[in-house]
């Protein structure tokens, strides 16, 4: 009798225990780490949303187009000085990463905001470029933390895997778009401040959940990657429909409040993913749990770097391994494919960042209302997201089965980006449409193909630092070209302008170019430096072709199996 009344208490007590053993389970495995990082990745597009804000900016502080272009460049500057927390990384935990970062993203985009509103007084440029440089830079505190752990925890899938992440944030700045429209309406002051809380917050909300995880490769992984990827093409297809909609129609507020909503349900929805996977990984592991069954696993003997003669530190640098195994930091940034990686990257990127920055002025030059400014910048966005992923998708697909080189990829890419600069230089009716969806495209796609090659031609023993040394080049890019050369045209054809329309040479009144005559030079200009990065790329591609002929992921399917005895 007395079994037969504690009988329902143990079980009770059995199945409360095993769902707080399932809870820890999920709470320590890789995938539910991966939806932390898809889920940072997805808010930390503020450097994206620059072209809706930067007009706001302008007209409150009263700058010029130079001076503005200024503080982008010192935004794009901000988001690529990855070195620091690179050489972070390389010492202290993700978690301590990610505080940095949510930290420094809260205050720099904070005081802009107060110093837009008024509420502080004017800063002066160089302060301005400080803040704008602060908040920017905390990108790179989450893009460290999250790629770096997600690239050690599946190694074997870093092409699918990179374009999954860079493409959740390539999408950041739409899915942000929809969610500041709910809350706050077409104000884009108030979008600023958006920017300062919501990605610090995210942030903090995983900031003990991704970290480094060596459970080898596990069963039907890339298979779960993809449900991650049909979920994010959802999202990306749903927010493009809202683009064009909300252009089209005017939306009341619920319907907003409606479309941020389905947004943030398609954001939450992968976490059934991660339960579902990793109830059948418990499972397993419940089964395969035996007192009886115990397994010797025998270390699988390395060769430390203390094992090697020493040599002298210059020989070191100067005696580079082969492509594909660690290189320490500075054989790395001596070598002549680095030098190669970061001149393409200066003329891509640099040149589609100074595309992006300038989209707000590009459709006031050229007549486009607001709303078709506004679907410019989600345009980027979307296709951004696209170009990551197909970019991440399609050079795995082609360098497993084809052993198609990464580095042809770029060169293709950035021939593409030439056309979208091209159709800026010569507009016709809606043209700039299709140039947005072009930039977007090919500047998404560089991301996760930058990143890849780094990882794949110099190891990943220091990848925290050298991809991060990678990105550096486009910020000096972005500042020859935006700075020096766009902002500088744009200013002076819209003296020629202020002057034509005053009857004399006035440098009195705002300084704002109409016309075709406003961009035509400067694009001109970005289209042959993206051709000079795409021949400068396929000097890499004849460096690296007997490399990528061979199996680039053989020495991880080795640890795995060594790890697994």
Not at 321 to 346: C, F, H, K, W
Request: glycine residues 8%; proline residues 4%.
């Amino acid at each position: 009798m007395t079994s037969e009344l504690t009988l329902p208490e143990n079980t009770a007590s059995a199945a409360k225990g095993s769902r707080l053993e399932f809870a820890l389970h999920v709470f320590r495995g890789r995938w539910l780490s991966l939806y932390a990082s898809f889920t940072i990745m997805a808010t930390v597009g503020s450097t994206y949303l620059f072209g809706i804000y930067s007009k706001e900016i302008k007209a409150s502080l009263g700058y010029d187009q130079s001076t503005l272009n200024l503080i982008g460049f010192f935004k794009d500057l901000g988001s690529n000085i990855g070195i620091i927390s690179g050489l972070i990384a390389e010492v202290t935990p993700t978690w301590f990463l990610l505080l940095i970062g949510s930290s420094l993203n809260f205050v720099g985009y904070f005081v802009i905001w107060l110093a837009v509103t008024g509420k502080i007084a004017k800063p002066k440029v160089w302060q301005m470029c400080t803040y704008m440089c602060i908040g920017a830079n905390s990108l790179n505190f989450a893009n460290t933390g999250v790629l770096v752990t997600c690239v050690k925890n599946f190694p074997e899938d870093r092409g699918v895997l990179l374009g999954l992440l860079k493409g959740f944030a390539g999408l950041s700045g739409a899915i942000m778009t929809q969610i500041y429209l709910a809350l706050y309406g077409n104000d884009p002051q108030s979008l600023i401040l958006l920017i300062a809380w919501l990605p610090a917050a995210i942030s903090m909300l995983f900031v003990y959940t991704i970290r480094t995880i060596n459970a080898g490769r596990q069963q039907n992984e890339v298979r779960v990657l993809y449900q991650f990827l049909y979920v994010s093409i959802v999202l990306a297809l749903f927010i493009m429909v809202m683009t064009i909609t909300q252009k089209l129609i005017t939306f009341p507020p619920v319907a907003y409040d409606a479309s941020a909503t389905l947004v943030c349900g398609l954001l939450i929805f992968p976490l059934f993913i991660v339960f579902r996977k990793e109830l059948f990984l418990w499972k397993q592991k419940r089964i395969s749990t035996n007192p009886n069954d115990v397994r010797i696993v025998i270390p699988a003997q390395t060769t430390t770097s203390e094992e090697m003669p020493k040599t002298s530190f210059f020989s070191e640098i100067l005696n580079k391994p082969p492509r594909g195994e660690n290189y320490t930091i500075l054989q790395a940034l001596l070598s002549v494919d680095m030098l190669i990686v970061l001149i393409s990257t200066a003329c891509g990127i640099g040149s589609n960042l100074t595309a992006i920055d300038n989209l707000g002025q590009i459709g006031e030059s050229l007549g486009y209302p607001t709303k078709s400014i506004n679907a410019f910048v989600s345009l980027v966005s979307i296709w951004n997201y696209f170009g990551r992923i197909f970019a991440g998708l399609i050079s795995e697909k082609l360098l497993v089965k084809f052993k198609f080189p990464r580095p042809l990829m770029i060169t293709l890419f950035l021939f593409l980006s030439c056309v979208g600069h091209l159709l800026i230089a010569f507009p016709v009716p809606g043209s700039v449409y299709v140039a947005s969806v072009i930039i977007g495209f090919s500047f998404g796609a560089q991301f996760p193909l930058l990143n890849a090659i780094i990882s794949e031609l110099f190891g990943l023993k220091h990848y925290a630092t050298l991809f991060n040394v990678g990105q550096l080049a486009s910020p000096v890019g972005s500042y020859l070209l935006n700075v020096k050369i766009t902002g500088v045209l744009y200013d002076h054809e819209a003296l020629k302008d202020l002057a034509r329309k005053n009857g004399h040479r006035s440098l009195s009144g705002e300084l704002t170019c109409i016309g075709t005559h406003c961009y035509m030079k400067a694009f001109i200009i970005l289209a042959a430096a993206a051709s000079f990065g795409a021949f400068a790329s396929l000097i890499l591609v004849f460096r690296t072709r007997e490399f990528y002929k061979g199996d680039i992921y053989k020495k991880f399917r080795a640890e795995t199996e060594a790890q697994e005895g």
